[in-house]
Nanobody, 124 residues
Framework: QEQLVESGGGLVQAGDSLRLSCTASGGTFNGNMMAWFRQAPGKEREFVALIFWNSQVTYYTDDVKGRFTISRDYFQNTVYLQMNTVKPEDTAVYYC?????????????????WGQGTKVTVSS
């Protein structure tokens, strides 16, 4: 089981940039992919982006394509979410998650380990 710790959230203005980090602790990373999800107030959790750990292939939801970039540091067991040109609708708690299964997966229920979340608030 991976212990995931997110950081980097905060209050920013529309158009600003923000970088979230998520570090998997506990030794060798055993996941196949890491993903970011978010949950806005009163809404369901939704997929944001994922990265396959070894190939670094990435996938994004349409809402963030061209604005957000997911990347990973192999040796630090860390995944990043660079958020550029943020919008008020990006306001949410952002969670990172790990999946050990193979194949592209956007459903949160298919991810086994989750961080505690980091809150991002974008003011207009």
């Amino acid at each position: 089981q991976e212990q995931l710790v997110e950081s980097g959230g905060g209050l920013v203005q529309a158009g600003d940039s923000l970088r979230l980090s998520c570090t998997a602790s506990g030794g060798t990373f055993n996941g196949n992919m890491m993903a970011w999800f978010r949950q806005a107030p009163g809404k369901e959790r939704e997929f944001v982006a994922l990265i396959f750990w070894n190939s670094q292939v990435t996938y994004y939801t349409d809402d963030v394509k061209g604005r957000f970039t997911i990347s990973r540091d192999y040796f630090q067991n860390t995944v990043y979410l660079q958020m550029n040109t943020v919008k008020p609708e990006d306001t949410a708690v952002y969670y990172c998650a790990v999946r050990r299964g193979v194949g592209l997966e956007l459903r949160g229920a298919r991810y086994g380990d989750w961080g505690q979340g980091t809150k991002v608030t974008v003011s207009s």
